[in-house]
């Protein structure tokens, strides 16, 4: 149980072109959804929090415009890079909580995006 | 900010030895929980184990044990009987108001 999957596993675009990165829970309703990114050889940094049917916790230095994030619903939430850049090559992975326990987080595969 | 340290970057360990993975932290909150995390090359975060900052024994799961030290804010991870496929990326992991934040994590190495 508890699975957790994310679509597309890698993506390439052009500069200036948008990509949107779905997550998906697959057994289980998330309430609550989070958005990672892991630059290489680093650690993960925390992107934004989003809680189905309301707007996405953005941190700190995070760009909400350019970084769109949609829960629309208890199994799905959608992460939108809009206008890539080279810069934001990446490798963004999505957790999601039960909320059973209020740390126990369930990771999806990750997706490596290459801006070209 | 509350940091989660790693003072390991890397680690070797001979197969079927055991391995202790050091993980301090800080923080303000009266409760959060400890993990930890493997990632192997294929980039997949796996989940290992779990100490509630209210427990007061140490997690174990299988071959994984935490060893919780409150006071001193330790929680080290140690891996019995090491084993090849153990070869990947260890994050530590505080979780607290619904927030994880990681450590920059160890890169174990077994040698068979």
């Not at chain 1, 994310?6 to 958005?35: N, Y």
């Not at chain 1, 996405?56 to 829960?71: P, W």
């Not at chain 2, 060893?67 to 530590?92: E, H, P, T, W």
Request: charged content about 15%; proline content about 3%; overall charge positive.
């Amino acid at each position: 149980g508890a699975v957790v999957s994310q679509h597309p596993s890698r993506v390439i675009c052009k500069s200036g072109t948008s990509v949107k990165i779905e997550c998906r829970s697959l057994d289980f309703q998330a309430t609550t959804m989070f958005w990672y990114r892991q630059f290489p050889k680093q650690s993960l940094m925390l992107m934004a929090t989003s809680n189905e049917g309301s707007k996405a916790t953005y941190e700190q230095g995070v760009e909400k415009d350019k970084f769109l994030i949609n829960h629309a619903s208890l199994t799905l939430s959608t992460l939108t890079v809009t206008s890539a850049h080279p810069e934001d090559s990446s490798f963004y992975i999505c957790s999601a909580t039960q909320g059973i326990t209020r740390y126990t987080q369930y990771f999806g595969p990750g997706t490596r995006l290459t801006v070209l | 900010a509350q940091k989660i340290t790693q003072t390991q970057p890397g680690m070797f360990v001979q197969e079927k030895e055991a391995v202790t993975l050091d993980c301090t932290y800080d923080t303000s909150d009266q409760s959060y929980g400890l993990f930890w995390y493997k990632q192997p090359s294929s980039g997949e975060m796996i989940f290992l184990i779990y100490q509630g900052s209210y427990d007061e024994q140490n997690a174990t799961e299988g071959r994984y044990s935490l060893n919780f030290q409150k006071a001193r804010k330790s929680a080290n991870l140690v891996i019995s009987a090491s084993q090849l496929g153990d070869s990947a990326m260890y994050f530590c992991v505080r979780g607290s108001n619904y927030k994880l934040t990681f450590g920059k994590g160890t890169l174990l190495t077994v040698n068979p």
